[in-house]
Structure formats: C-alpha cells, structure tokens
C-alpha cells in the first residue's frame, strides 16, 4: 500500500521582508496518489481558517425568486415525462425529485430536501437527508425499471454558492447514466489493476492500512469506514467514506444507508466548528456492481479565501490537475476524530 501513497519533500528559499530579509527554506510537500491518480501540494504554512460565509440577506432575497420553495415548485420546475414518473415528480418524506433544468446526461435530476429554502450545516439532520437520499434511491429504480441500460448513478452535492450550487436551496444533484464518469470509471480500472498486480481488493487493504497507521483513519459506523484522503481532492481536504464489501446499489442496506449518514453528520458537526460551512460530496454506486469497485463517498470542504472572497481553485487545479492543499489531512483527522 505504501507504494501506492508517494510523498516528495523539497522546499524553496526566499529572503523574509517580514523578517529583515532573512533567508529562510520555506518546505513544500508533494503527494501522488497512485490508486486515484491524484497529485496534491501541502503548504499548510498558507492556512488560514475562513469566517462563516452565508450571507443572510443574499440568501432571503433570492428566496423571493427561488424556483425550489413550495410555492414556486409546481408551477416553475420541469417535471418528467409521465412514462418515467407518473405525476411528474417523485416526492418521499419531505423531499421531492425533479428533473434538473440544465441537464447534462441522459438521466439528470434534482432530490431538494425539503420546503426550508435555506438550512445552515448545524441544522442539516439525519432525518432531512434520509428524505433526499430515499428519494433519489427510489428514483434510481423508477429510471432502472424504465430503461435497465441505466446502470450508473451518482449523488452529489453542491452545499452552497462557494460549493458550485446555483441555488441556496439545499438540494443533491442526482444523475443515472449507461456509463461511468471519468472519475467513477478510474477507480473501477484501478480497482481490476490492483487485484491483477496483488490478488487482493484495494479498499480492504487501505482500510487495513489506514488502521493500523492511525492517521489518517477517522471512525467507523457498522459497516462504513470513514478515512482522510492521503491525496485529497478539497484544498482543507476530504473525506472518504467507503461502503466495506458493497458493490452495487441492492447490497447497501437500509441500515448501512442510516449509518452513512449518522457518519456523515458527525463529518459536518466538524466543519461546521470550523467555519467550514461549504461543501462537495460524490458518492458512486451502480446497479450491478463491478468487482473490486465498492459503493464510496467523497465530501470536500470549499471555501472562499479571505479577505477578497478568493475562489479555492486556480490555474493549479484547473489547468494542471494539481491541488493546492492548506489543510494537511492528518489535520483534519484529528479534528474530525475530535468531533462527537
Ligand atoms: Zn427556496
């Protein structure tokens, strides 16, 4: 496993203004994930917590206008066609699925979890997100059933504007397609590499690994491991989640969908302590599971860089597939380890 996690140290040198001019080395840590593929820099000298950034009264304006609060829902969102959906749109507990309006796959939908056009992290339960979780499952099946060459979906989530959501309404961002994305895609070749190279699945060894290192390990919930990621795909880091022996959408049970969210909770307690109030979540599954592929979620912190409002992704990410990481993610396992 450790051949799979590599770590550069170098460092560069300047003179300090702030300092007299003094040299000094300042260090620079590279990691490469070799599984993901993922390359990150760890500068946590450039660290700086953010301050809570919702800002009330944007968000009570646009609820004026907004599209997913109740009386706007029925008559300003697309429904599905009635073949697929019968009524338009799926509603479980107090979440409802519609169509997405800009969509970008073959099966793309909206699970808004509820009436309340904004819920701030501390007040996002279990309840509410098993609403929305049920809601886009049972829509799944509803897809599967219409056509079962739709065997991939994922459930994401844009936790805010900083997040990349266009709506302060909180809402998952569901999506069912006949193949996998890029990334999805990665870890299912990964996956059937690492068996090939080492006869074992990779998920149990990282698990193995991660625990007996104790890091980057965070918790476990019955069956649901909670790890830091080495390489992390978030500037403060990520968290994965990972589904032990799950391969496909029918072997997660009602109760190991109960415990991912009870650990999905005590994940947000944590940033919520730590102004980290903006957030990315994917989480994979398929219908008929490929080997050495289990059911995983990733949840990335996103930020905006004070004073300016600076956007967490640059030239780095963007044009070089690269993180800039100021959070070291033994850092935040030890908060999130922290966190009842
Ligand atoms: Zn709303």
């Not at 990964?190 to 990779?202: E, L, N, V, W």
Request: charged share 25%; with cysteine.
């Amino acid at each position: 496993m450790q051949d799979y996690f590599i770590t550069k140290h170098t460092y560069t040198r300047i003179r300090d203004f702030a300092d007299g001019f003094r040299e000094k080395a300042v260090p620079i840590e590279v990691r490469k994930d070799r599984f993901t593929g993922r390359v990150s820099r760890i500068l946590p000298f450039r660290m700086k917590l953010p301050g809570p950034s919702h800002p009330l009264p944007l968000i009570e304006e646009a609820k004026k206008t907004c599209p997913f609060c109740p009386e706007r829902l029925e008559s300003g969102t697309p429904m599905f066609p009635e073949e697929i959906i019968e009524g338009g749109r799926l509603r479980h507990g107090a979440s409802v699925v519609i169509p997405n309006a800009f969509p970008y796959c073959r099966f793309c939908g909206v699970a808004i979890f509820a009436a309340d056009h904004y819920i701030s992290m501390d007040r996002i339960t279990e309840k509410i997100l098993s609403d929305a979780l049920e809601a886009s499952l049972q829509w799944f099946d509803r897809l599967f059933a219409y056509d079962s060459a739709v065997t991939y979906y994922s459930i994401n989530w844009n936790y805010m504007p900083t997040a990349g959501g266009s709506l302060f309404h909180p809402h998952f961002q569901v999506v069912a397609d006949p193949a996998p994305s890029n990334f999805h895609n990665r870890m299912i070749h990964s996956g059937a590499a690492y068996r090939q190279a080492h006869g074992t699945c990779y998920w149990q060894d990282l698990i193995r690994f991660e625990k007996k290192e104790q890091r980057r390990a965070l918790f476990q919930v019955g069956e649901i491991t909670f790890l830091a990621s080495f390489s992390p795909g978030g500037i403060f880091g990520e968290v994965l989640a990972l589904f032990a022996g799950k391969l496909s959408i029918q072997d997660v049970s009602a109760s190991d969908w109960q415990d991912f969210l009870s650990g999905l909770c005590r994940v947000l307690r944590c940033f919520f302590r730590l102004n980290l109030d903006c957030l990315n979540m994917t989480l994979l599954l398929s219908r008929h599971g490929d080997a050495d592929t289990w059911v995983q979620a990733r949840i990335m912190p996103r930020v905006q860089i004070p004073p300016w409002g600076t956007s967490d992704v640059n030239y780095f990410e963007k044009g070089h597939e690269e993180m800039v990481v100021v959070f070291a993610p033994e850092s935040l396992a030890e908060e999130i380890r922290k966190t009842e």
